[in-house]
């Protein structure tokens, strides 16, 4: 076990910590206010005349940067004329004078109030919101983590000290006990790298699938939105909301992270127990050592077909990202920029990406039971040798 680190480094942990949770906070707020906006269909659009301005920033609640709220006599394209307040960043004293393009969306069934802004490209419709909960998540993330870094400074933990909870434990999991340094030393098994590969493969939803709605909604916003790049929305094989990607994106991202560990440590566990660990639960009479050949037997026996069935979902993978890749081309004009043609493969590439990731870590049981009970022995005869070694001399 590592000693504990000193006061000082505590202390210096923690005021970081706290630092950068600040920091993102100001990023939540900036991000939020310059992805801020109601969605490309609007009920009514308009000119607006800024009357008054006041001044935020260069820090403030609306993030980084000097902004400006304003007041505005609104001329409505049906004629009704009326006074509006716009949020920080959609207007600004250099505006006065000057008729501004603004919209007001009333955002039903969004679960939001009226919403009115300067009347620019919708770009950013589908983004605020999963921007907004990926920074919200990392907040909380360095929230709970500066919290923690500053009980630590209050009450440091014993390099002796007993975990809690331990003491609790009944016989069974004390018996297999694993120190850190012996999960280090055992190779990573393929089922540990593909559930953190998996997790990097959520995180790349969270980031593509908000990012792909970017090049739909590049136009101004109207009454009948039409979008300038369609064949982005034909040329997808799904289409989740945004919001709903990256929230599933996320929580998945941290189960898969937090289970690799849990998967390592348990290889440990049979490389430094071997038999008595694997058929611990078992059930015959046999010795352990016999209940576990007869199992690794017939996992033996059908060697074939679970490579097979290993193998048969990574080829599929492939496949549909194949006919998503045929879908894009077809869809996208020759023409379209980089960013259509981006957002035109991100079924193709998040699916191409999957199906590697299944492949490269194909690893049936009984392979990845065989190489740990091989490591197991070996680690046994270097053991045995080594006390034979000491005792002749």
């Known amino acids: 076990m590592s000693a504990p680190a000193s006061l000082g480094g505590r202390i210096a942990r923690a005021v970081v910590l706290w630092l950068v949770l600040v920091l993102t906070l100001l990023l939540t707020a900036t991000v939020a206010r310059v992805t801020y906006g109601g969605g490309p269909e609007v009920e009514r659009v308009g000119t607006a005349s800024v009357r008054s301005c006041t001044e935020h920033g260069p820090v403030s609640l609306s993030g980084i940067g000097t902004v400006y709220t304003c007041t505005a006599q609104v001329r409505w ?171 599933l994106g996320l929580v998945l991202a941290v189960l898969l992270f937090a289970l690799a560990p849990v998967v390592r440590q348990d290889a440990a566990k049979v490389v430094k127990y071997g038999p008595a660990y694997v058929g611990r639960n078992l059930q015959g009479r046999e010795p352990v050592e016999q209940r576990v050949a007869e199992r690794m037997q017939a996992m033996a026996a059908n060697r074939s077909t679970s490579r097979v069935l290993a193998v048969v979902p990574g080829l599929v993978l492939l496949g549909l990202a194949g006919w998503a890749t045929m879908r894009a081309i077809e869809a996208a004009p020759e023409a379209a920029p980089l960013p259509v043609w981006l957002a035109c493969l991100r079924d193709a590439v998040l699916l191409a990406c999957l199906g590697v990731i299944v492949l490269s870590t194909t690893e ?28 002749a001399s």
């Open 77 to 247: 394209s049906d004629g009704d004329t009326e006074t509006r307040e716009f949020p920080a960043g959609q207007l600004g004293p250099a505006d006065m004078g000057t008729p501004v393009p603004v919209y007001l969306d009333i955002g039903e069934g969004r679960g939001e109030g009226p919403v009115v802004g300067r009347n620019g490209s919708a770009r950013f419709a589908e983004l605020e919101l999963p921007a907004v909960l990926l920074f919200g998540f990392l907040a909380l993330a360095l929230g709970i983590g500066a919290l923690y870094a500053t009980y630590r400074v209050l009450r440091p933990e014993r390099g002796d000290a007993t975990r809690p909870g331990t003491r609790s434990k009944d016989r069974g999991d004390k018996d297999w006990k694993v120190s850190r340094t012996e999960v280090e030393a055992v190779p990573a098994p393929r089922i540990a790298r593909r559930l953190r590969l998996l997790g990097v493969w959520c995180l790349l939803v969270v980031v593509l699938a908000p990012l792909s709605t970017v090049p739909r909604f590049d136009a101004e916003r109207a009454e009948r939105f039409t979008s300038p790049w369609p064949q982005v929305e034909r040329a997808l094989l799904v289409d989740p909301p945004p919001a709903a990607a990256v929230i």
């Open 364 to 391: 049936s049981r009984y392979q990845r039971l065989s190489r740990l009970l091989e490591l197991h022995r070996d680690s046994n005869s270097t053991q045995a040798g080594t006390a034979a070694g000491r005792s």
